[in-house]
C-alpha cells in the first residue's frame, strides 16, 4: 500500500468537560464490560502473583477503568507497573495525583504528552527495555482523535507512534495484547480537499481500494459500492480503513490479528455526539521462516487482513 496522506486534523477535540463525561459513559462502560475486561480477567489472572503485569494506558479523568480493574482484583496496587499518559496538564496533575495515592511509588510514572511524542522519548521507552519484564503485557490506546494525523513528512503521526510500539515490544519476543480506540469521524485540511474532496474519499482510495486490489474481498467490495445507499457509509470506511492500516503497517515486525469483533459507541446518555470505535489487537513476534522472495510474509499480512474484514463486518453497535 503506498504512503498514507495524512491529511487530518491534530487532536480534533470536542469541549474537555464532555469528553471527561463519554470517559464513563454507559455507552462506554458496555464497550470495557464486553470488549476489554475479558482480556484483562486472562491476563491479570495468569500471573504469579496475581495482578504482577506491565500495564501502558489512557486512564482519563477519573481514572474510571482503572478503579474498576483494582476493584476486580485483577490490578494490584503493590505488583502492577502502570504507566499513564495524559496530554491535557490540568487532567495530569490529577491523574498522578490518584496514582500517589494508590500505587507503590516504584511501579507507576504518570507522563504528560501526546503518545506519538512520548513513544519516542526516552521517559517512557526507559519502561519498556530498563524495568523487567521487559515490554507490557497490555497497552491500551484509548485515542480522543482518529488515527490519522497531519504530520510534517506527510505520514499518520500516530500510525506512526503505533509501528514504533511494535518495533520496541518485538525486541523482546512477546505475547502481548493491544486494546485501541480510535474516534471515527475524520477532518481533512483544505491543501488535501481539492485532492480528496472530503476524508471518506481519501480512504476508500488509499486504503480501501489499494487493499481490496489483493484481497478480493466480497465484504470490502460492497461496501465500497454502497457510497450512495449506506446511511452509515463514512463511519463504516473508517471501521475498516483503521485496523486495516495497522496491520499493514506491522507487516515485517510482528504477527498482528484483530482478536475479536470490534465495538463502536456514542456516548448518548451524556450527551455525547462523537461515534468511537474500539478494536483489540493480538500481537505475537513474528515467525522469520519466510522465503528470499517474501512472499510468506506477505500471505501472513492478507490472511490477516481478510480475519480482520470478517470479524469487523459484525462489529457490535452500542
Known sequence: MAELPSCFSIYDREPRSR???????KEKQIVRNHLWL???????TSTTPVGKVKYLCFPGLGCNFVKQLLGL????????????IEPEKSWHKMILEYFART?????????????????????LVKWFIDRPPYGFDIIELDFPVALFSLGSDKRSMILEAIAKTFKIQAFFDRKYKMIIAFKAKNTISNEFRSMYG??????????LKKENSILKSRILTNLINSSSTNPHFDEKCSLFAMPLAI???????????LDQKPYTHVSKSVEGKTRIISYVFDCKPRNYTIDSGGKTLFKETEKSMLDAIEKIDK????
Open 19 to 25: 469528553v471527561g463525561k463519554q470517559f464513563n459513559s
Open 315 to 318: 462489529t457490535v453497535w452500542v
Open 73 to 84: 482484583g485483577l490490578l494490584s496496587k503493590t505488583n502492577t507497573i502502570i504507566i499513564a
Open 38 to 44: 475479558p482480556y484483562y480477567q486472562k491476563i491479570c
Open 198 to 207: 472530503d476524508p471518506t474519499k481519501m480512504l476508500v482510495k488509499e486504503i
Open 103 to 123: 500505587f507503590d511509588k516504584e511501579n507507576y510514572e504518570v507522563l504528560e504528552g501526546k503518545y506519538e511524542d512520548l513513544i519516542g522519548d526516552s521517559r
Open 247 to 257: 496491520i499493514r503497517r506491522s507487516e515485517g515486525i510482528c504477527n498482528i490479528g
